[in-house]
């Protein structure tokens, strides 16, 4: 497989020519790092979410747009298929970086992730990525600094002058299609994490409702969640059978805190993220298509919930 970060980066390139198209802009920070603003000062705009949905997935994935409806309301939809969900959605689109500093604080995704691979996704995949550029895009809602790239420079083994930052708001057009993209990183993660092995997942589609933009970062946040876990569905294509208590535990029915919107959650919570139950950040429905075998559907959405939300 060639290098992901080789593939993101003519995607990034890409951005960087249509840039005013695309309703972005980028600039060069002091030790030369790149950032490009994806929705903090600009716009943005479905066509960046696109773009920006393939870069996380370093191409791998194909994001489409297109419109449905939420409780009988007219809502726009992203859908995303990978036929390499293994490294498209777990070595690169999943969320995994917390890039911290002194004086930034975002959360990263993307093809960087796989310079780094210390995340346990990258030993059960085995892979590992070696290239001399790289990107991350970050939801964030400040600008990323030196110190930050900086960091995501020395972790992945690259010079500042070959590190890009494609920074959004998550209460962003972008931040809400990107979010919505994530049904099938989610689902397939799900799996994994409840020890289905990587390899032997061979395709994955998911679909969700594209959030209004909030007018804060906490409710955006909020929304963007509640889209996946009570209006996403997901279809995976895999090798093997498995217990039926893995596949059943997939969609985020399962979890013992469904039904409840993630603002309550949250706010219980204090917002402290890392106290979130994982089985709850999962698409409300999977369908699960096993090679020459059964076909198991498990879940069910909510729309009423999520059009609550979406103060429809």
């Not at 210390?118 to 990323?144: C, I, K, M, N, Q």
């Not at 959004?168 to 799996?191: D, K």
């Not at 919570?269 to 709850?280: A, G, H, I, R």
Request: charged share 25%.
């Amino acid at each position: 497989m060639e290098s992901l970060n080789r593939m993101a980066i003519e995607l990034v390139d890409e951005a960087l020519d249509y840039a005013e198209e695309l309703n972005v802009g980028g600039y060069d920070l002091e030790n030369e790092a790149t950032v490009l603003d994806f929705g903090l000062e600009f716009d943005g705009g479905v066509e960046a979410g696109l773009l920006l949905t393939e870069i996380q997935t370093a191409g791998l994935a194909t994001p489409s747009h297109e419109l449905g409806d939420v409780d009988g309301v007219p809502i726009p939809h992203v859908e995303l298929t990978t036929d390499q969900p293994a490294l498209s959605l777990l070595c690169s689109q999943k969320a995994g970086w917390e890039l911290t500093t002194e004086d930034f604080e975002g959360l990263g995704s993307g093809p960087a992730r796989a310079l780094v691979a210390e995340e346990e996704e990258f030993r059960r995949v085995g892979y590992t990525d070696a290239f001399d550029l790289t990107a991350l895009a970050v939801e964030t809602d400040v600008h990323p600094t030196e110190a930050a790239a900086e960091q995501v420079a020395d972790l992945a083994e690259v010079e500042t002058s070959s590190v890009f930052l494609l920074a959004y708001q998550t209460a962003s057009l972008v931040g809400s299609i990107t979010n919505a993209a994530r049904v099938a990183e989610l689902a397939t993660f799900r799996l994994v994490e409840l020890g289905y092995d990587p390899l032997d997942i061979v395709s994955a589609t998911g679909r969700a409702p594209v959030a209004p933009v909030a007018d804060d970062e906490q409710t955006a946040i909020a929304r963007t969640n509640d889209a996946i876990a009570y209006g996403g569905t997901a279809h995976v294509t895999v090798r093997e059978d498995a217990d039926t208590e893995v596949f059943e535990s997939v969609p985020s029915t399962a979890a013992e805190d469904h039904g409840r919107p993630f603002g309550e959650v949250f706010d219980d919570l204090e917002w402290d993220f890392s106290e979130v139950p994982s089985d709850l950040f999962a698409p409300a429905t999977i369908t699960i298509d096993v090679l020459g075998g059964p076909t198991y559907v498990y879940g069910e959405t909510d729309e009423e919930l999520v059009a609550e939300s979406f103060n429809l």
